[in-house]
Nanobody, 124 residues
Framework: QVQLVESGGGLVQAGGSLRLSCAAS????????MGWFRQAPGKEREFVAA??????????ADSVRGRFTISRVNAKNTNTVYLQMNSLKPEDTAVYYC???????????????WGQGIQVTVSS
């Protein structure tokens, strides 16, 4: 089992930055691809970014590439995934979810474990 807890969300003006964190626990965390998804009101949950267990490969949605950066730290006692979000736009407003997968991918069905989600609001 993997437990995921997001933090770092909040309200920011357009053009600003936020960094989301996802604290992960569970013995198999280090072997899993980690992803960030988001869901805006009235819309389906969508892929934002993913990173493989070794950090060798990353993948981004076209809408965030060049503005967002995903990274991770695999340590013995503290395992954390980050999403650095720069040049934020009002359309980035959503609930952001951290997720873990043994397969990787960009679909919600590719991911086995999910955090509870955290609100990010970008004002214009």
């Amino acid at each position: 089992q993997v437990q995921l807890v997001e933090s770092g969300g909040g309200l920011v003006q357009a053009g600003g930055s936020l960094r989301l964190s996802c604290a992960a626990s569970g013995r198999t965390f280090g072997s899993r691809t980690m992803g960030w998804f988001r869901q805006a009101p009235g819309k389906e949950r969508e892929f934002v970014a993913a990173i493989t267990w070794s950090s060798y490969n990353t993948n981004y949605a076209d809408s965030v590439r060049g503005r967002f950066t995903i990274s991770r730290v695999n340590a013995k006692n503290t395992n954390t995934v980050y999403l650095q979000m720069n040049s934020l736009k009002p359309e980035d407003t959503a609930v952001y979810y951290c997720a873990a997968s043994t397969r990787g991918g960009v679909s919600t069905t590719d991911y086995d474990f999910w955090g509870q989600g955290i609100q990010v609001t970008v004002s214009s």
